[in-house]
Structures are given as C-alpha cells and as structure tokens.
C-alpha cells in the first residue's frame, strides 16, 4: 500500500478521487439556474450557495473487449460552481453541460467503468424543488444560534451574505464561523503552463472556493521547479530506491537534472522571485485531480493547500514507465487577524469519506485500536487556538470516540501547523450526518455539521 508524505514547511502525498468544474456568468445570457434539487434519468444533484453538489450517477453499465461488463453508479465526491456550463471532472473522467434555461441542463458524460469500458451518454436534469426543507441545517434539521460574535480567537462573521440567512445554511451554528464559501473564478491561464499545471490550478481553488480561502495563482517559475524535480525522480527511481534518499530531496551524484537538494533551492534555481517559498507536496498517482484529493484526505497535507495565506503555487508531474510523481511546490505570506477560519469538512458538506487508512508521512497519532480511523476533521484558525472542549456527534446527540490532535498531544502539528487542531473517530463513520463543536478558552464555539454519504 502507498504511504503519503509531507515536508516544509509543509510536504505531503496521497491517493484519492477528486472532482472540479469551470465557471462563467450565467447571467451574462439571461440564465439563472434556480437553486434546490435537479434531478434527471442519468444523474441528479443540487445547487446551493453557487456551487453544484451531492452530484449523483444512476447506475450505468459499458460492455468491453472480451464481452468484459462494467457498470458505475452512486455518488461522486466534490462540489463544482457553474455558470453557463456545468463541468465537472473526476477520476472517472468528465460530466459535460450546458444551461439551457433557469430550471434544464443538457450534455454529455464519458466515465470509465474499472479497466473494462467506458460509459458514454447524453443527459439532462430538471430543477424539481427548492432545498426550503433540507437547507436550515445542512441536514434537514434546524441550525442553530447565529450569534455573530467574534472572540479573541476569530474575526470570522456570522452572516453569509451570500444567502442573507445564516452562516452555511445552518450548517455552522456556533458562535463564530468558517469562511464563508466563495464562487471566485480562478485566475487567468498563463501561456507558461501546461494543460495539467492549470488543471492542478484550477482544482485547487475550487477545493479552497468550498472552504472560503482566498483564490491561488499559478506561478511559472514553480511549476517549472516542480515539473524538474518530478522528472528527475522518475528518471532516477531506482537510486532512490537503493539509497533511501527522501523524495524531497535530490543528490547531484545521481546525474543529470539535478536542480538542487531542497525544494527552496530547485525554485530559486527555477527563477523564482515572487515570494517566499513555503512547501511542497508529493503524490504518487496518474492525474492532478487524485493528487489533490488524496493529499486533501489527509491530516497535514490539506493545510498548506487550504491554508488562506498560501498565494502561489506551481504543479509539475511525470509518468513514465510505472512510477507516477506528482509535486506542488507553494509560496505564501504571514497571517492575519482577518484571515478566515478553515474547516474540513466545510459546513454541509455531503458525501464525506466514511475512513481513512493513516497512510501520511509524517505519522498521525494513531486511534486506541489503530487506523482505519473515521474522515480527518480540521480546523485552521488565523493564530494557536486553545481549545476547552471538543465534541463529536451523531445526528441523535451521541457522543463519538475520537482522537484529538492540537499542539499539545500532536508534534507535528506543533512543528508544522501549531494554529490547527484536527480530530477524527476512533473507527470509520457510518453514513448519516455528524456534528463537531470546538469550544475556546475564550468561550467562543465553533460548531458545524457534515454528512457522510449523499
């Protein structure tokens, strides 16, 4: 089995699937795709605050060479804005649409179903309701109080004036909030990248959009050193097997393309002028979009992607002959006192992984009977947070066992994120919704729900 790695000030690795899509002004030809539920014979999802969720796959089938059958269905993780056109992307392969009017959307999809065939298919959904009943809480329950403060910890608002209501739909009822989430476009394509260095760009603002971080920029000179240190792995693979040479690192001996030991030296080699390096992040899988989700899926590797003062970032990746690397170096600033509170799993979110394996480098603390663990939780504050209390709770108030992770009883987030504390369950969740509730030192709680499953 794979093992993720992370360094820094930050590095990282992961497998996952992920999803993303495009946006554009709908607005712009008179539509306005109505929120709530859409709902078609191939697929159906929601819209809400801007973004396209819980999309889910009817069951579809594909016969391949050999009469091989494959088939697809259920739901597919992530959360797409959407503008005229709905795209969104997975490691399955793509969803294609456009909006045709305020309450129809058509296109195509091509997924692939295992090793065997791929499904290729037009479709089309209908807006079929509003989420009047499943939007006060994020789960059909109602919030709770949307006091607006903001303590000593936190300059976070308790209105989302995106709707008017109150903060994620209800979804966030503690005294003070994450985010909130956003709809940026991402910047503009530069000519000096790639169709996958802008594909890593792009997915990742969508993850930071879901969460309330500001937009990142691609930068040409990091993915230049990002795209050269994954060469030169592939190219030398074997002596890094031999030696146990980490694959943050590089050793001239081995040959051609060296560009220097560590990540700050391959950048300023690169011509990287625009900051102050900050990270790097490694995979090891065959697109950009598993990349991102396996390191999001982790405890440490999210931070430095999620993370509000991260502003640059340059993605490179080789395959070549079996081995797959995926790099991103970052850049970033200082905080501030008015950066966002970061959550993962964002308030509402739906179709939140059950477990998690612990496969990171550096190693999380394991749970009393060791990992599989439920979905990694974090919360990233602007500064080190003390927190008083901590809970974890099923949609009927019950306590769940969980391991805690804050600076104290974590050395790693002490020396890589000292302003984050995480938690996940003792054993993998079961679908239904779940509450977490963060209380300060200063009397200000954080409290937020999301749901595993759709």
């Known amino acids: 089995m794979r093992r993720y790695l992370l360094i820094l000030s930050l590095f990282l ?254 950048d300023t080699a690169a011509g990287f002028s625009g900051g102050q390096t900050s990270g790097e992040v490694i995979a090891f899988e065959t697109t950009p979009a598993a990349a991102l989700q396996g390191w999001i899926d982790t405890v440490y590797h999210r931070l430095p992607l999620l993370s509000p003062t991260t502003q640059l970032i340059g993605y490179g990746q080789q395959l070549s002959g079996g081995t797959n690397i995926n790099v991103i170096d970052t850049s970033g600033r200082n905080t501030l006192k008015t950066d966002p509170i970061i959550v993962w799993p964002w308030p509402g979110q739906h179709n939140v992984p059950a477990s998690w394996n612990g496969l990171e480098g550096p190693t999380p603390p394991a749970p009393p009977t060791g990992f599989p663990s439920g979905p990694v939780i974090t919360a990233q504050f602007w500064k080190t947070t003390t927190i008083s209390a901590h809970e974890l709770t099923d949609a009927a108030g019950n306590a769940i066992a969980h391991t805690w992770l804050d600076q104290k009883s974590d050395a790693n987030l002490a020396n890589l994120a000292p302003e984050t504390v995480g938690l996940y369950a003792n054993k993998p969740l079961t679908k239904g919704t779940y509450a977490v509730k963060l209380t300060t030192v200063a009397g200000d709680v954080l409290a937020w729900r999301f749901t595993v499953g759709p």
């Open 13 to 266: 690795a992961a497998c996952g699937n992920s999803s993303a899509a495009d946006g554009g002004s709908a607005g712009a030809l008179g539509i306005s795709p109505k929120p709530g539920q859409w709902q078609g014979s191939d697929l159906s999802f929601r819209l809400v605050n801007g973004q396209i969720t819980d999309l889910t796959l009817t069951p579809h089938t594909c016969t391949g060479p050999a009469n091989c059958q494959g088939s697809l269905s259920g739901p597919l993780a992530g959360a797409w804005g959407y503008g005229t056109t709905f795209h969104a992307t997975s490691a399955s392969g793509q969803i294609l649409g456009n909006f045709i009017a305020d309450t129809a959307v058509a296109g195509t999809l091509q997924l692939q179903a295992g090793t065997c065939c791929q499904i290729s298919a037009s479709w089309s959904a209908e807006w079929v309701g509003d989420l009047s009943d499943a939007t006060s809480g994020g789960d059909g329950s109602t919030g709770g109080a949307d006091g607006g403060s903001t303590g000593s910890d936190s300059s976070s608002s308790g209105k989302d004036a995106s709707t008017g209501g109150t903060a994620w739909d209800g979804a966030s009822f503690g005294t003070i909030h994450p985010g909130p989430a956003q709809n940026a476009p991402s910047p503009a394509a530069l000519s000096c990248l790639t169709s996958d260095q802008q594909n890593a760009v792009t997915l990742l603002n969508q993850y930071r959009n879901s969460v309330g971080a500001p937009v990142v920029s691609g930068d040409c000179a990091l993915a230049k050193a990002s795209k050269a240190h994954a060469d030169f792995y592939v190219q030398h693979v074997a002596q890094y097997n031999s030696s146990g040479l980490s694959v943050h690192e590089e050793d001239a001996s081995y040959g051609a393309g060296f560009t220097g030991v560590n990540f700050w030296d391959r």
